[in-house]
């Protein structure tokens, strides 16, 4: 039985869910249900705290697991990272009130508070800089109006908490990250866990593709298969009326409007665009 450590709060829990149950597999439906076996899948999940997730695969007490690539990385465990899942994406940055620091260079003697102190303590050793890093458990940037601290490392995504407090970004970002399926160092892969890897990569096909047919006057076909040529080619098939061919083809969800235009513009037609429900390349 495949055991899956699974984020059982804050950002990382809700979509994390979403995409197992979108990969066909059981989840539990109270939150204080702690483990769900799903016996027709032969896996297991075990709902922890993001935190501790890699922790847990690291140590081999769990065969993987879903966390954020920060986490991770600041937990210092012996795992790794198997496949990034596209969700919970963020950046991780130092902030400060304008004038404090325009480098990772100006942190030497400052006062750091964050909640990642694993991340902050390896990027300024491998830059020779020192400064004191205070752990705190969240809300990072109160830090600083309280005095306790100079500058903060937080997680960023809008950047709407730090303009709020009255904060501005400085210095390149430490890391871009967003949620990983996390293995530990070392081992042969766990049974089952390339039927799983194969599942979310179908959902994440699924959520980054579309499915575009349209139909196309036969000479032109070249020049439509330039502009969608699909993932292997696209299926061409011969249309009841002479001289043109119905082609069928994925496509990036985000280019999906693009294409369109630019396969009218080409001469074709009865361009349709439709969500793909499930799939396994
Ligand atoms: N606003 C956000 N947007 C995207 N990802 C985020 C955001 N906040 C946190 N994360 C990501 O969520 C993970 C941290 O999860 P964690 O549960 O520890 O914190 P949280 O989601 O902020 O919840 P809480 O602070 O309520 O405990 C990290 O991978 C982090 O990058
Ligand atoms: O750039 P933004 O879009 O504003 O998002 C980033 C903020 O979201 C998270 O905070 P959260 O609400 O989880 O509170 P916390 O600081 O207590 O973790 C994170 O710690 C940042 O503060
Ligand atoms: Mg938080």
């Not at 065969?63 to 994406?89: C, M, N, W, Y």
């Not at 902030?95 to 694993?118: C, H, K, M, N, W």
Request: net charge negative; glycine share 10%.
């Amino acid at each position: 039985m495949l055991r899956v450590a699974v984020p059982n709060k804050g950002t990382l829990a809700g979509p994390a869910v979403d995409m197992l149950r979108e990969a066909g597999y059981r989840q539990r439906l109270d939150s204080r249900e702690l483990v769900l076996a799903d016996p027709e899948n032969n896996i297991e999940f075990y709902y922890l705290r993001p935190r501790d997730i890699a922790v847990y695969v690291g140590e081999g007490t769990l065969d993987v697991g879903i966390t954020g690539r920060d986490l991770l990385l600041d937990s210092g465990a012996p795992a790794k990272e198997i496949l990034p899942l596209g969700f919970a994406r963020s950046t991780f940055r130092f902030a400060a009130q304008p004038g404090t620091a325009t480098s990772v260079e100006d942190l030497e003697g400052l006062r750091i508070a964050t909640s990642y102190p694993g991340l902050v303590h390896k990027y300024l050793a491998d830059r020779g800089v020192s400064a004191q890093v205070t752990r705190l458990d969240g809300a990072v940037e109160t830090a600083i109006k309280l005095g306790v601290a100079d500058v903060i490392a937080d997680v960023v995504q809008t950047g709407a908490t730090l303009r709020q407090a009255g904060l501005e970004l400085f210095g390149e970002a430490l890391l871009e990250s967003e949620a990983v399926l996390i293995k530990r160092n070392g081992v042969a892969d766990p049974d089952g866990l390339d039927l799983l890897v194969r599942r979310l990569q179908g959902v994440l096909v699924a959520r980054d593709y579309v499915l575009m047919d349209y139909d196309i006057r036969a000479d032109r076909i070249d020049e439509a298969c330039q502009i969608t040529p699909g993932l292997e080619g696209p299926t061409v098939s011969p249309l009841h009326r002479e001289g043109w061919v119905a082609v069928r083809v994925m496509v990036p969800r985000s280019d999906a409007q693009r294409l369109m235009d630019e396969l009218w513009g080409i001469g074709a037609r009865a361009i349709l665009v439709t969500n793909i429900h499930a799939c396994r390349l």
